[in-house]
Nanobody
Framework: QVQLVESGGGLVQAGGSLRLSCVASGLILSIGAMNWYRQAPGKQRELVASITSGGSANYADSVKGRFTISRDNAKNTVYLQMNSLEPEDTAVYYC?????????????????WGQGTQVTVSS
């Protein structure tokens, strides 16, 4: 299977910045989309940003102009640069990726999630 490990969360004051990282490991043949989701207490998990293997990015309206998603395909890593953070950005941030893994003498699709990293923005 594929493991995703996030890092970079923490406590920051409003207006500050954080950079999240997520590294994928396993018998990975290819990774398609890499995504960042977040879930605040009492709310549903929402898509924050996504990036294709070719580098095309999309963002939730609430983070456009403040967050930037990027990836390093050679390192199977996706990043989320978060600037001008607001208290409303407080949530657990999850990395998600899909693609194909080596299985026996063939391949199989995967869709994996990380364990999440807490981001807390104080006012």
């Amino acid at each position: 299977q594929v493991q995703l490990v996030e890092s970079g969360g923490g406590l920051v004051q409003a207006g500050g910045s954080l950079r999240l990282s997520c590294v994928a490991s396993g018998l990975i043949l290819s990774i398609g989309a890499m995504n960042w989701y977040r879930q605040a207490p009492g709310k549903q998990r929402e898509l924050v940003a996504s990036i294709t293997s070719g580098g095309s990015a999309n963002y939730a309206d609430s983070v456009k102009g403040r967050f930037t998603i990027s990836r390093d395909n050679a390192k199977n890593t996706v990043y989320l640069q978060m600037n001008s953070l607001e208290p409303e950005d407080t949530a657990v941030y999850y990395c998600n990726a899909d693609g194909r893994i080596l299985r026996s003498i063939s391949s199989a699709p995967f869709n994996s999630w990380g364990q999440g990293t807490q981001v807390t923005v104080s006012s």
